[in-house]
């Protein structure tokens, strides 16, 4: 079976690093490497290592994890992503990680909501990248590829549906391990899943925003809606989602600016 393996990864490996299919050819040793190994190891990126070009790497890599997360589900493919790219060859894990999570939402094959959980992810990981030129581009393509593909009333009613409404009016003092992880173990762990959740939450509808996305002047409901939606239940964010309405009031307070008949509660 290991020379089998070996021997079809260096023949499509071969392919990749000199064709111009090198998108099919990538996607065929992703699938194979996910039928050869289900369950990730290194010798997925010992493989793949073999590859010349790093985005073709990356490439490989996406389309093993989309197998595995139609197979495991979401949960468990963040935390085996989490997990396993720190071991591979790749020198900076968490911008490698927003690589592949863009490169994941790209296929036709991941589901409306996985594709917003790729893109949110991609854009909190975004944050632990020291490059602010780089973590800038992510967050904007993060944000451009959801209002490509979704429509952005629909992404609202998604990020709202990742949220357990159980868990509205959990103990606030629960926020506080966001700047004080040595108290995670004070809390529900349920509670403290949540948290995260909901701060992930926040910080996709902020890239969003700050791209002008739902547009202030064409789209005002909407926009505001997306503000809203900031920090409802907790103050962590709330400086975040202060300034955002001051730039909303501001704009409408210009005479040339009206706000539509349509009501925002409509």
């Known amino acids: 079976m290991d ?21 099919l050819y990538s996607e065929i040793l992703g699938v194979f490497l996910y039928a050869a190994y289900p369950k990730p190891n290194k010798e997925i990126f010992s493989i793949t290592s073999k590859i010349s070009n790093s985005d073709n790497q990356i490439r490989v890599v996406g389309h093993y994890f989309i ?27 968490n911008m490698t990680i927003c690589y592949l999570y863009l490169e994941m939402s790209r296929s036709d094959r991941v589901s409306k909501n996985n594709f917003i959980l790729l893109l949110r992810n991609a854009a909190v990981k975004a944050m632990l ?44 003092n629960t926020y506080k391990i966001v700047d004080k ?16 959740n909901r701060l992930a939450n926040d910080w996709i509808l902020w890239c969003l925003l700050a791209q002008h996305i739902p547009n202030l002047k064409s789209d005002p409901v909407l926009h505001f809606r997306y503000i809203l ?36 509660d409509e």
């Open 3 to 23: 020379n089998l393996i070996e021997s079809f990864s260096s023949y499509l490996i071969q392919r990749i690093n000199t064709k111009k299919d090198k998108a």
């Open 67 to 93: 197998d595995y997360l139609d197979n495991q589900g979401w949960e468990s493919t963040e935390k085996s992503i989490d997990n396993i790219l720190p071991q591979s060859h790749f020198d900076d894990a």
């Open 129 to 172: 990248i020291e490059n602010h030129k780089i973590r800038t581009n992510i967050v904007t393509r993060a944000a451009l590829r959801i209002k490509e593909v979704i429509g952005l009333n629909e992404v609202l009613k998604m990020v709202r549906s990742f949220e357990n409404f159980k868990y509205d009016n959990i103990d606030s």
């Open 181 to 196: 992880p040595e108290m995670i173990d004070d809390f529900h762990p349920d509670h403290v899943k949540e948290v995260y």
């Open 229 to 264: 939606h900031i920090s409802r239940f907790f103050d962590l964010n709330k400086d975040i989602k202060i300034d955002f309405l001051k730039d909303f009031v501001k704009y409408y307070e210009q005479p040339e600016n009206k706000l539509p008949k349509k009501s925002i």
